[in-house]
């Protein structure tokens, strides 16, 4: 069965200081992980997909990484707008959905 | 280009009743995944439609059922609702597999009362 754990389940930053979440995850045969952003009362917003240990995909000020075992989102100087719950989800071999994280839940102070 | 939407946005029924949600994808999209997304257990997969024919299912009871129409457009019905079952339900479409990247409606919040 794939499993996902994210870390920390809240963070709160201030305006312009950098941090990482984390995305631990077991799967047997990826297929691909997915980073999504939900805001309150909207459904999950695509960011990104890796698909191979190595890979690294950028988009603004948000840049994810992924290792064999766990993938990162590095946010780099933070912005009041990126303050929102980051979902991580991953697709395995056995075909049955993505399987989710429960999410890291990004609070930036102004 | 037009994003996934889903009907109704907001939905109150009582125990015991039945309830079916609508799914438009995106156009040219012919996957069409749903989930269910409560607090305590996040979001979870409740299956998987392409061409028509259910293709994946997670682990949820026969109550849960789903169609997908000719034109990709998709139901999901839940029968017999229960207290348990108030949720945000999500659709998401895809070009052929849920591999590939799925973008997410808006969703429909259902309040079982």
């Known amino acids: 069965e794939d499993q996902v754990t994210q870390s920390p389940e809240a963070l709160r930053l201030q305006e312009g200081e950098s941090s990482s979440l984390n995305c631990s995850y077991t799967?047997?045969?990826?297929?691909?992980l997915f980073w999504y952003r939900q805001d309150p009362g909207k459904g999950p917003e695509f960011l990104f997909t890796?698909?191979?240990a190595g890979e690294e995909k950028e988009k603004e000020r948000l840049k994810a990484t992924l290792t064999k075992k766990e993938s990162f989102l590095h946010i780099t100087a933070p912005k009041p707008e990126d303050s929102a719950t980051y979902l991580c989800?991953?697709?395995?071999?056995?075909?049955?959905?993505?399987?989710f994280g429960k999410g890291t839940h990004l609070i930036i102070q102004p | 280009k037009a994003g996934v939407t889903q009907t109704p946005r907001y939905l109150i029924k009582t125990r015991g009743q039945q309830v079916t949600l609508s799914c438009s994808p995106i156009s040219g999209h012919r996957s069409v995944s749903w989930y269910q997304q409560t607090p305590g257990q996040g979001l979870q997969f409740l299956f998987e439609y392409f061409s028509e024919t259910q293709r994946n299912k997670g682990n949820f009871p026969g109550r849960f059922s789903g169609r997908q129409f000719s034109n990709s457009r998709s139901e999901m019905n839940v029968s017999t609702l229960e207290l348990g079952d108030s949720a945000l339900y999500l659709c998401?479409?895809?070009?052929?597999?849920?591999?590939?990247?799925?973008?997410f409606g808006p969703g429909t919040r259902l309040t079982v009362l």
């Open positions: 799967v047997s045969g990826l297929r691909g």
């Open positions: 998401a479409s895809s070009f052929f597999q849920s591999t590939d990247t799925q973008y």
């Open positions: 890796l698909y191979s």
């Open positions: 989800a991953v697709e395995g071999g056995g075909a049955d959905g993505l399987t």
